[in-house]
């Protein structure tokens, strides 16, 4: 007997996006786009105003309100948790602050390898409960209105921010440690492979409904970087998150990859035991069912930049972007995050074209 996690939630109305993830026929195109709570919104910026970044993050109430805000103005088929993918770092002892205007900053980054000792993964997913006691809130706060999504940095991408102190335009600090001191840093993304198999498991226990593993600095790194430190930790995570569940009968959730950068390694990444990979915008359509083959999920793709076009070519490039994708196995999404300077107008026209074309798609389909 598997254990029903979803019994104490409200019923699931809109379940597109699940069905969409397993590769089954969905009513509509299910649409979500990354940060799709954030600085463009302007409720968000008020409660900003009041709240440092981190404490929202740790205040269920607080997490709950920024993560509702997108889906009272457009009409989303998803939600995800409000965090951030440094509360692992955090988790393991490091202090991040985030400085308006400049983003994350680490005050003490790992600078030599010693530094990896002062690192204390026991215990750290006890330190992230917070961020189960917002997802829980949050499922019945969305009274089954659209399903919940968590998340997760990769291992190579949280390594990248300790190590660099923040965001950086190289991660030559990174790529350095690479090289000088490859075998810490294989021991580093192995440590981050169990945090995020717990966090994950703890997310989903806590309700989450589906999870995306965000490789986000998969651009600093070439094809065969990537395959010595990404994809083995990405199939690593996968395959012991399945394990630890089904291990306590409790049904697997879909699981989301997405690697910006990733576009050279959409076949190898396809062979990860992932139900849906994300591509970002240089990546199209087309080559990507190519490379991931017809058992996958692809979502994507726009360009956030296009998101500042006007309206008649926001919709044009929207419509010709869902028809290289097609109805079947397919979320629609931005290539990467929304970028703070949005249009709101442009979230609507691209959700609601994305609406439309779905609606022509399954009519001339004979549905
Ligand atoms: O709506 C959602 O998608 C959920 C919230 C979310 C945030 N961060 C909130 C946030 C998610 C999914 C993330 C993931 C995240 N965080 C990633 C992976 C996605 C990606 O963009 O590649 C990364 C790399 C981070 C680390 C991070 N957090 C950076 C580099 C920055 C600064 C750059 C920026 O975009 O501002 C953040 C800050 C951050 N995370 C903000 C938000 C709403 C803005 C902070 C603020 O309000 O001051």
Redesign the pocket.
Same mark, same amino acid.
């Given at each position: 007997m598997t254990l029903d996690l979803n019994k104490d939630f409200p019923v699931l109305k809109n379940d597109n996006l699940l069905r969409a993830a397993r590769g089954e026929d969905v009513d509509r195109i299910p649409v979500w786009?990354?940060?799709?709570?954030?600085?463009y919104l302007p409720e968000?910026q008020e409660v900003?105003k009041q709240n440092d970044?981190f404490t929202i993050c740790r205040t269920p109430e607080l997490a709950c309100e920024v993560?509702m805000q997108?889906l009272r103005r457009f009409d989303l088929d998803a939600s995800?948790?409000? +965090?951030?993918?440094?509360v692992i770092p955090q988790a393991l002892g490091m202090n991040v602050e985030?400085v308006?205007g400049k983003?994350?900053v680490f005050t003490e980054p790992l600078v030599t390898p010693s530094d990896t000792v002062k690192l204390n993964a026991t215990g750290a997913v006890d330190r992230l409960k917070y961020v189960g006691d917002a997802i829980t809130m949050m499922r019945h706060k969305l009274e089954g209105n659209v399903p919940l999504i968590g998340?997760s940095?990769a291992p190579w991408?949280l390594m990248g921010?300790m190590i660099e102190g923040?965001?950086s335009k190289t991660m030559s600090k990174a790529k350095g440690w690479l090289t000088k001191h490859n075998e810490v840093c294989h021991k580093l993304l192995s440590l981050l492979t169990d945090v995020i198999v717990d966090y994950f498991e703890m997310q989903v226990k806590a309700g989450a409904q589906l999870i995306?593993l965000?490789e +986000?600095?998969a651009d600093y790194i070439d094809k065969e970087q990537f395959a010595e430190v990404s994809l083995p930790y990405v199939r690593r995570v996968r395959d012991q998150l399945r394990k630890r569940l089904q291990d306590q009968s409790i049904e697997p959730v879909p699981m989301i990859l997405f690697a910006?950068g990733g576009g050279h390694s959409l076949s190898e990444q396809a062979q990860c035991g992932y139900e849906v990979i994300g591509v970002d915008y240089n990546v199209d359509p087309i080559e990507a069912r190519k490379a991931v083959g017809p058992n996958v999920t692809l979502q994507g793709n726009l360009n956030p930049a296009d998101m500042y076009l006007p309206e008649a070519e926001l919709r044009a490039l929207t419509n010709q972007m869902v028809r290289k994708f097609g109805m079947k196995r397919y979320i629609a999404n931005l290539g990467?995050?929304i970028?703070?300077q949005t249009p709101i107008d442009s979230m609507l026209t691209f959700v609601n074209t994305i609406h439309n074309v779905s609606q022509e798609l399954r009519f001339n389909a004979g549905n």
């Amino acid at each position: 007997m598997t254990l029903d996690l979803n019994k104490d939630f409200p019923v699931l109305k809109n379940d597109n996006l699940l069905r969409a993830a397993r590769g089954e026929d969905v009513d509509r195109i299910p649409v979500w786009v990354m940060r799709q709570a954030g600085r463009y919104l302007p409720e968000y910026q008020e409660v900003r105003k009041q709240n440092d970044f981190f404490t929202i993050c740790r205040t269920p109430e607080l997490a709950c309100e920024v993560t509702m805000q997108p889906l009272r103005r457009f009409d989303l088929d998803a939600s995800i948790i409000f +965090s951030d993918i440094l509360v692992i770092p955090q988790a393991l002892g490091m202090n991040v602050e985030m400085v308006p205007g400049k983003g994350p900053v680490f005050t003490e980054p790992l600078v030599t390898p010693s530094d990896t000792v002062k690192l204390n993964a026991t215990g750290a997913v006890d330190r992230l409960k917070y961020v189960g006691d917002a997802i829980t809130m949050m499922r019945h706060k969305l009274e089954g209105n659209v399903p919940l999504i968590g998340f997760s940095g990769a291992p190579w991408t949280l390594m990248g921010y300790m190590i660099e102190g923040g965001g950086s335009k190289t991660m030559s600090k990174a790529k350095g440690w690479l090289t000088k001191h490859n075998e810490v840093c294989h021991k580093l993304l192995s440590l981050l492979t169990d945090v995020i198999v717990d966090y994950f498991e703890m997310q989903v226990k806590a309700g989450a409904q589906l999870i995306q593993l965000f490789e +986000s600095s998969a651009d600093y790194i070439d094809k065969e970087q990537f395959a010595e430190v990404s994809l083995p930790y990405v199939r690593r995570v996968r395959d012991q998150l399945r394990k630890r569940l089904q291990d306590q009968s409790i049904e697997p959730v879909p699981m989301i990859l997405f690697a910006k950068g990733g576009g050279h390694s959409l076949s190898e990444q396809a062979q990860c035991g992932y139900e849906v990979i994300g591509v970002d915008y240089n990546v199209d359509p087309i080559e990507a069912r190519k490379a991931v083959g017809p058992n996958v999920t692809l979502q994507g793709n726009l360009n956030p930049a296009d998101m500042y076009l006007p309206e008649a070519e926001l919709r044009a490039l929207t419509n010709q972007m869902v028809r290289k994708f097609g109805m079947k196995r397919y979320i629609a999404n931005l290539g990467h995050g929304i970028t703070p300077q949005t249009p709101i107008d442009s979230m609507l026209t691209f959700v609601n074209t994305i609406h439309n074309v779905s609606q022509e798609l399954r009519f001339n389909a004979g549905n």
